[in-house]
């Protein structure tokens, strides 16, 4: 027979806000808790130049800062950290006990419980030239891309506050970003909106989409419809296009065990728990109403919190 195999009481899947705080709850309950951070991804916050709505820090942080605050925080309470892409959740047994296997490549790791905090990813505009002149004009990510773009003109496509705040990050490097909105006015919060209406490089085209990016070899113009009258079509000079439309969430891992919205997001109750037995979920990769740091951390701590009670009640030790 072979020997029993290594396993975690919970494993989180995801490093970011919801991740590290599952792990950090999970980890002072003094859990055997292991998280695994994506290889090949990050978390979203990471490509933020700055952020400023989450409490307790007046005046700001940077997104990359504050993730490794969050991890080295949940770090000092013994939680275990690993780096590698999940890639399937399989239903297990040890000993009469449910449990799962998590595989990343040829790794696999045994858990009694899974916090699936897997993040979301851009949308795309799915337009012709998207593809062809992603890395060559078209970019997600203003932190990552936007000095590459110093005294050009670029458009950022989006109302949302993402799109609006990644517009005014741009404004330091670019001589001018003019916003693209589908609608008449932007959906982002008062204060961005004054932000951005108030500042001189930031001009906007209401009620047209992007329908083709083009160029030589990198962008050069960025052809528009009238969201209302699908002939009226023009073009704008442009090097760069920043998208930033929504986000398709994360869900893959789960697809199969447990149930998804509409909108391929994880469905929870409000103890973050799924419809799979023994697997919690939480942040953005959840249907939600508002994602955001602050959420992310609070649904992973009911998560782990959630995760914790299950898994008291499986090894017979709840009270
Ligand atoms: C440009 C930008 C600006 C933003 N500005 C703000 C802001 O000002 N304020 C604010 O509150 N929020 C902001 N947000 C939103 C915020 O970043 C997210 O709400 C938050 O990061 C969600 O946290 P999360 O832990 O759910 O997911 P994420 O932070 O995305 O973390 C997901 C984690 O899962 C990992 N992962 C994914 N798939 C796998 C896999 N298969 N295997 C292993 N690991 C995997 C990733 O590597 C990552 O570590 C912004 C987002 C963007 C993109």
Redesign the pocket.
């Given at each position: 027979m072979g020997e029993k195999p290594d396993i975690w009481d919970v494993l989180i899947?995801?490093?970011?806000?919801?991740?590290?705080?599952a792990g950090l709850y999970a980890a002072r309950a003094n859990l055997k808790v292991q998280l695994?951070?994506?290889?090949?991804?990050?978390?979203?916050?990471?490509?933020?130049?700055?952020?400023?709505?989450?409490p307790g820090i007046p005046g700001?942080t940077g997104?990359f800062e504050l993730?490794e605050m969050f991890r080295n925080q949940a770090v000092s309470f013994g939680l275990s950290v690993t780096?590698?892409?999940?890639?399937a959740l399989l239903p297990a047994a040890w000993e009469g006990r449910q449990g799962w296997i998590v595989q990343?490549g040829e790794q696999s790791f045994n858990a009694l419980s899974v916090i699936v905090?897997?993040?979301?990813?851009?949308r795309k505009l799915a337009v012709p030239g998207e593809e062809r002149y992603t890395g060559r004009g078209v970019s997600?990510?203003?932190?990552c891309d936007g000095a590459f773009f110093r005294n050009r003109d670029v458009v950022v496509v989006g109302g949302g506050?993402?799109a609006v705040?990644?517009a005014i990050f741009l404004t330091k490097f670019v001589s001018g970003v003019t916003i693209v909105h589908r609608r008449e006015r932007l959906r982002a919060t008062a204060i961005l909106q004054e932000r951005a209406l108030a500042n001189e490089k930031i001009s906007f085209i209401w009620n047209a989409v992007v329908e083709e990016i083009s160029g030589t070899e990198t962008v050069t113009n960025v052809r528009l419809r009238d969201a209302g009258n699908e002939k009226k079509i023009w073009d704008i000079p442009a090097s760069g296009v920043f998208v930033?439309i929504g986000?398709n969430p994360?869900s893959?891992?789960v697809k199969g065990h447990a149930a998804l919205g509409d909108d391929g997001a994880i469905l929870v109750d409000p103890q973050m728990r799924t419809s799979a037995k023994g697997v919690f979920a939480?942040?953005?990769?959840?249907q939600k109403l508002?994602?955001?740091?602050?959420?992310?951390?609070g649904?992973?701590a009911t998560a782990a919190f959630s995760a914790q009670l299950y898994v008291e009640e499986l090894k017979g030790v709840a009270y």
């Open positions: 899947v995801g490093g970011g806000p919801a991740g590290y705080t695994i951070e994506g290889a090949s991804t990050v978390s979203q916050i990471t490509t933020t130049d700055w952020l400023e709505n989450y700001g997104g993730v780096q590698a892409d999940c890639t990343a905090a897997t993040g979301a990813h851009w997600y990510c203003a932190t506050d993402t705040q990644e930033f986000l994360n893959g891992l939480c942040g953005d990769c959840t508002l994602r955001q740091v602050v959420t992310a951390c649904d992973g």
